[in-house]
């Protein structure tokens, strides 16, 4: 009985060790820690998180978290544009096409960053010309 307590213990000031070590990089929090000891395999109970995992996973492409998530302050910011990633509620504000009008909005609520592309590169929308 005692080498399975000793066992745990070591498991235990290791599991301490390892989140210590994270932490200690610029950059690492507690959130990103336990994103990523998330089950994926747990369903969400909200379609609102689906949502917003929806938009995290767009942003994971590349540099793309730097360029999207950075510029904004984080994916979470979105939800004032998107209703707090109620997807119903952002169907009933924009048009399946209406990117121009979300993107107006996420650059005037959001005020992101550096640059905003708004060539045809984005969408094949030239929103200079709007």
């Known amino acids: 009985m005692k080498s399975i307590q000793k066992e745990t213990m070591k498991d235990q000031q290791l599991y301490k060790s390892a989140i210590e070590f994270l932490l200690s990089f610029d950059g690492v929090t507690q959130e990103d820690l336990d994103n990523h000891l998330t089950s994926e395999l747990k369903k969400p109970e909200d379609i609102k998180i689906i949502y917003r ?19 904004i302050g ?6 004032k544009v998107l209703h707090d990633f109620d997807p119903y509620q952002v169907a009933n ?4 096409t209406d990117i121009i009008t979300l993107l107006k909005d996420i650059k005037e609520q959001l005020q992101p960053v550096g640059q905003f592309r708004t060539t045809k590169k984005v969408y094949g929308h030239n929103l200079l010309n709007q």
């Open 53 to 71: 995992r929806l938009c995290e996973s767009a942003q994971n492409k590349q540099m793309s978290s730097k360029v999207i998530g950075n510029a």
């Open 74 to 79: 984080g994916i979470d910011n979105l939800k």
């Open 93 to 96: 504000t924009y048009e399946k």
